[in-house]
């Protein structure tokens, strides 16, 4: 089994920062793609920013310039730096990775949520 465990939201000042880690456990042969995705109320899920174990990046258009994703390979674990934070950022923000529990056999992996709230 293969657990994803975030940390890192809570309520905060619009322009303010927080940043949120994930970090996976469990049985991992090696970990893809790992990512942030969110979701506000009465909205579909949607991708915030990805990274490849290649440190390759991908934002969405929302965030860009304002949010940083990086990993630590060694750790199996992501971080997301979230600078200028506004209202519209407010949502649920789940970690998802893409985990080889084999060579050959990989599944993607979703944590269990972690609040961010931007308000005065």
């Known amino acids: 089994q293969v657990q994803l465990v975030e940390s890192g939201g809570g309520l905060v000042q619009p322009g303010g920062s927080l940043r949120l880690s994930c970090a996976a456990s469990?049985?991992?042969?090696?970990?893809?793609?790992m990512g942030w995705y969110r979701q506000a109320p009465g909205k579909q899920r949607e991708l915030v920013a990805s990274i490849t174990s290649g440190s390759s990046t991908t934002y969405a258009d929302s965030v860009k310039g304002r949010f940083t994703i990086s990993r630590d390979n060694a750790k199996n674990t992501v971080y997301l730096q979230m600078n200028s934070l506004k209202p519209e950022d407010t949502a649920i923000y789940y970690c998802?990775?893409?985990?080889?529990?084999?060579?050959?056999?990989?599944?993607?992996?979703w944590g269990q949520g972690t609040q961010v709230t931007v308000s005065s």
């Open positions: 469990g049985s991992i042969f090696s970990v893809n793609i």
């Open positions: 998802n990775a893409n985990i080889f529990n084999t060579r050959y056999t990989s599944r993607h992996y």
